[in-house]
């Protein structure tokens, strides 16, 4: 684990923020003092991450249990070139750090498991899923019920990306919307669908730790970035969802 702790924020850094409706320093406080998890740091969690350290999370964990492969290059803009064999946590957080100094780091280079899941989000305020494997993200999911922390879910696959806000008992959880995990397979995928979409996860996220509803909850947001064309589907729960039906 590798930490990294930041300097004094300072407010003239987010004054174009504070200006927002609504906003004011005291929802920068707010942002300042929550905690996010970032499962993965590829290409959902590279636009996630940076999204959330430029609005100024003061607390940000990541973690992914990969290295940086070249074929990563296309869409994980945290990951430069001589960082190739590197663990992709390492070189998120230099980047990250350098980006905003004022904020406090976590980069986990492990494996989320059912067996460790607790371990490693800790006392989050919001999970953001940027996983691209469903034992993960199913682990992910139900520690987000056990320790009722929202997790916000994205997906994308070829020219189309997928966010919805999961919440029970508001939401369904991940698995009232996938009983069966989907076949592991290598996706084609373009970085500016990954860029935008892991946008849209992050604006979820500052949604909800602004004190704001996010949008999307109860709805799944499709983009087809191939025709920008959207659809937002109202989702439900599994009333016999072996995951969450208890509640
Ligand atoms: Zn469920």
Not at 23 to 38: C, P
Not at 58 to 69: A, K, L, M, P, Q
Not at 72 to 92: P, V, Y
Not at 192 to 203: I, K, R
Request: with cysteine; net charge negative; aromatic share 6%.
């Amino acid at each position: 684990m590798l930490q990294v702790d930041g300097s004094t924020a300072s407010p003239e850094r987010y004054r174009r923020q504070i200006l927002l409706d609504g906003w004011g320093t005291e929802t920068q406080e707010k942002l300042n003092k929550s905690r996010v998890f970032i499962a993965g740091a590829g290409g959902l969690g590279c636009p996630v991450a940076i999204n959330l350290t430029s609005a100024g999370i003061g607390n940000i964990t990541i973690c992914d249990c990969d290295t940086v492969d070249v074929s990563n290059l296309n869409r994980q803009f945290l990951h430069a070139e001589k960082n190739i064999g590197r663990d992709k946590t390492a070189s998120a957080l230099q980047v990250l750090s350098q980006f905003n100094s004022e904020l406090n780091y976590t980069a986990i280079n492990d494996k989320i498991s059912a067996g460790n899941v607790d371990d490693l989000v800790a006392d989050a305020d919001i999970i953001l899923d940027c996983l691209d494997n469903f034992s993960a993200r199913y682990a992910l999911n139900e520690c987000a019920l056990r320790k009722h922390i929202p997790l916000v879910h994205a997906a994308v696959w070829g020219m189309e990306g997928r966010v919805t806000f999961l919440n029970p008992p508001e939401t369904p959880c991940l698995a009232c919307l996938f009983p069966v995990a989907p076949a592991q397979e290598e996706i084609p995928v373009l970085g500016v669908v990954t860029c935008a979409t892991g946008s849209l996860q992050a604006m979820e996220a500052i949604q909800f730790l602004s004190g704001s509803r996010p949008s999307l909850s109860g709805e799944m947001l499709i983009m087809d970035y191939s025709v920008m064309r959207q659809q937002t589907l109202e989702i439900s729960r599994n009333p016999d969802c072996p995951v969450c039906s208890h509640l």
